[in-house]
């Protein structure tokens, strides 16, 4: 029979029990998986001896005295018709039905669940949704996480209702539950190396990329832990130490390094989907670089790869799209006015800042470095100034500098040492009438022959647009990308706690991309060492360079800050009725403790700029021509050609093409800022209301910079290449699709 509530009621020996039905949502273990194809075989086999995956309900309300006072456990339950149920050749979601016997009124409210997979492979569990359960409409289960089988796991996997909780504030039936659930995903006690099925979020220094045992020259030093290389923490991976250096941890080699097998909670790593696409991308960069790291990425081919290679939208896997700052004319990118809207716009908008005292000053120590303030003085620029003097456009905060001097030349002569030929730059802008910025100097400079004490060498470029001095200007211009460049790719670059779910969907996929560049881009002899100018000294370079980061002048526009400030407030509001309410959290306070102690942390608009190599060239291989050489003979005749010969390499352009490609993309499954995965993320409806006002917002923010774009009077917004600036379009309602879109802020800085 079934009462009121729709719950349906069975008789069992006499007397009346309730049973509670549910869906089950999971995506087995697919045939795209490499590691074990066989696995849908052996889960079959598993269900018919009775090997199989059980559910059991823990209550929120009842406390079980006998149990230590643990929420009540009622009786397993299994899903059903797994056996009957096909397993798609790609990951696709299957549904399974599950009935618990559950007497409501000794049991009470679930509030979560410990699930056991006694097949012999992982399954992904999306969620579980009970139905008509009494005084609810239904109770849903967000869970999102691989579940390994039995024997992986010396403890139970628990799953918690999607309602949040403060800890002062959790069921006491749930508490003992959640402290368990926190030390286990702490790892403590844990050591040796980690793997796959481990849950374990702890931290480690960047010792993991050099390979001292192939010499010297592939030794790095370890960033972070010390004054000399201050760095954030990585994700722990628990390796063993190098042989050669105990201080280094041994790298992956063999089949894990071919199937990109670094340890990363397998919770964080990328999508079945994101996966395939990066690996597709991935084998165009592989095409071009020809280390040892890289050999064997071909093996195996799934079906989402095939399809990426098929693709009849013009852009093919080994054909790279026509990057925008070429697209609509091809020599726009040359001219000063689009060198100076990309210190805005472009790539590496945070570092041009206003100038304060001219000539510009040296931060470096004169008893070390001797004197490193500009050479650059009045007569080099008053010209351009449209009849104001220096005084009179300071006073008037019209000049503005994009400075590289003091975080490049403490490693000039390390870096001019490798293959590289660079100089630390100091470039001077003007702020036009019109909001336009024109560049007036650039200053190039280099360490003092006789030593560092002496100073620096410099010497001084400005506008020139024809002749050998246009040629010459042109150079100096892709001198300073190739310093803006570098330093943007080096520099730049417990769950039910209310908090959690508030952050969780801007973590998504920060350890997975970490980890991998740890294993293919950072490390020694990596694809980043390859392609940008300091060379081995890259990752040592950004230790330099980190110890002076700040984040809050690297922010997002005002108007968005604003947006987001208004959310969070809003979301806090629901949990934290006063300042005493958040100090008095003890998960929040070690948390924040954890963060500011160990660790700390847009790529999608590279290819339109950097895709076009000569537009911000990585590398510089040669110095400026001197008058009466051969260089500088060339240069009079073909300055085309010597501009390619002074910045990055064919192969190696290649190379940075490809990797700048797929940073640039968009994956099929992005998630934008004011978008959620699930939309049961949360049962709580205030903090529901205050997500759809910060969603409105934010679609306010994207109608007003597209009608910017279209403002001919706004100048900077397009440029001379007719680009519209549309990275911080939020991208809400993801309307740009995947790809090369060029608009769009995902909820995490991932690929």
């Not at 004319?329 to 001219?358: C, H, M, Q, V, Y």
């Not at 030349?409 to 470039?427: E, K, P």
């Amino acid at each position: 029979m079934a009462n009121s509530n729709g719950g349906a009621m069975v008789e069992l020996k006499g007397n009346m029990k309730r049973t509670v039905t549910g869906k089950v949502v999971l995506m087995k273990k697919n045939l795209t998986d490499l590691n074990d194809p066989g696995a849908s075989l052996l889960d079959r086999v598993g269900e018919l001896l009775h090997h199989r995956v059980s559910l059991q309900l823990i209550s929120a309300t009842v406390v079980d005295f006998a149990n230590w006072k643990r929420g009540k456990l009622g009786m397993p339950a299994y899903l059903e018709d797994w056996v009957g149920t096909l397993t798609p050749i790609t990951a696709k979601d299957a549904t399974f039905s599950v009935t618990f016997d559950w007497d409501v009124e000794i049991m009470g409210v679930p509030g979560a669940f410990i699930v056991r997979n006694n097949h012999q492979s992982q399954f992904y569990l999306k969620n579980v949704t009970l139905y008509d359960y009494p005084g609810h409409a239904w109770v849903h289960f967000d869970c999102n996480s691989w579940v390994y089988p039995t024997t992986r796991y010396n403890y139970n996997r628990i799953f918690f209702a999607n309602k949040n909780y403060l800890p002062s504030e959790t069921p006491e039936a749930l508490r003992d539950y959640r402290k368990e659930e926190l030390e286990n995903l702490r790892g403590i006690g844990r050591t040796g190396e980690l793997k796959e099925w481990d849950r374990v979020y702890d931290y480690a220094y960047y010792n993991d990329l050099g390979m001292p045992e192939l010499g010297k020259k592939f030794a790095r030093p370890v960033l972070g832990g010390s004054a000399e290389y201050p760095y954030p923490r990585r994700g722990k991976t628990g390796r063993a130490p190098n042989r050669k250096d105990p201080n280094t941890e041994s790298r992956l080699g063999g089949l894990d390094l071919i199937l990109l097998n670094i340890y990363v909670q397998r919770d964080e790593r990328f999508s079945t989907v994101k996966f395939w696409d990066f690996l597709a991308y991935f084998l165009c960069l592989r095409r071009w670089a020809h280390n040892d790291t890289l050999k064997g990425i071909r093996d195996a081919i799934p079906w989402t790869l095939v399809k990426e290679l098929l693709r009849n939208d013009g852009e093919k896997l080994m054909k790279f799209p026509v990057p925008a700052v070429i697209k609509e004319d091809k020599n726009a990118w040359r001219t000063d006015e689009e060198f100076a809207r990309e210190t805005l716009a472009g790539l590496n908008p945070i570092i041009i800042s206003r100038l304060r005292e001219f000539p510009p000053t040296s931060k470096l120590d004169p008893e070390i470095y001797g004197n490193q303030h500009s050479s650059i003085r009045e007569d080099d620029i008053k010209h351009n100034l449209n009849g104001l003097s220096v005084k009179e456009v300071l006073d008037k905060n019209r000049l503005f500098i994009l400075d590289h001097h003091d975080a490049l030349m403490t490693y000039l002569r390390r870096v001019n040492s490798t293959s590289s030929r660079i100089y630390a730059t100091r470039t001077l802008f003007f702020l036009q009438d019109d909001g336009t910025l024109k560049p007036l100097a650039i200053e190039m400079s280099l360490p003092h022959p006789q030593g560092d004490k002496h100073g620096a060498v410099s010497k001084v470029f400005t506008p020139a647009e024809r002749g050998v001095e246009g040629s010459i200007w042109q150079l100096a211009k892709a001198y300073v990308g190739v310093n803006d460049s570098g330093y943007h790719q080096l520099i730049s670059h417990c769950v039910i706690h209310p908090i959690y779910k508030l952050l969780h969907p801007h973590f998504r996929d920060t350890m997975n991309i970490n980890a991998l560049a740890r294993m293919l881009l950072i490390n020694a002899n990596g694809i980043v060492e390859l392609t940008v100018y300091p060379r081995n000294f890259a990752l040592e370079m950004s230790s330099a360079i980190y110890r002076g980061w700040n984040f809050t002048e690297q922010a997002l526009p005002a108007v968005c800050l604003r947006a987001i400030e208004t959310w969070v407030t809003d979301y806090c509001c629901c949990y934290y009725a006063s300042d005493q309410a958040v100090q008095k959290d003890i998960e929040l306070q070690s948390w924040w403790e954890e963060i500011r102690k160990k660790g700390h942390a847009v790529n999608f608009g590279q290819y339109p700029y950097a895709g076009f190599l000569p537009n911000r060239p990585t590398v510089s291989r040669c110095f400026m021509p001197e008058a009466g050489s051969k260089e500088y003979a060339e240069l009079e005749k073909n300055p085309d050609l010597a501009l390619l010969k002074t910045i990055t390499p064919q192969d190696q352009t290649m190379i940075g093409v490809s990797l700048i490609e797929i940073l640039s993309r968009h994956s099929a499954d992005e998630i934008y800022l004011g978008q959620r995965e699930s939309d049961e993320w949360t049962s709580d409806e205030k903090a529901l209301a205050a997500f759809q006002e910060f969603r409105k917002k934010l679609l306010e923010i994207e109608k007003n910079i597209e009608i910017r774009n279209n403002d001919r009077n706004l100048k900077n917004r397009t440029g001379p290449v007719k680009m519209p600036y549309t990275f911080l379009d939020p991208n809400t309602l993801g309307k740009s699709g995947e790809g090369l879109t060029g608009i769009g802020i995902p909820n995490s800085i991932s690929i």
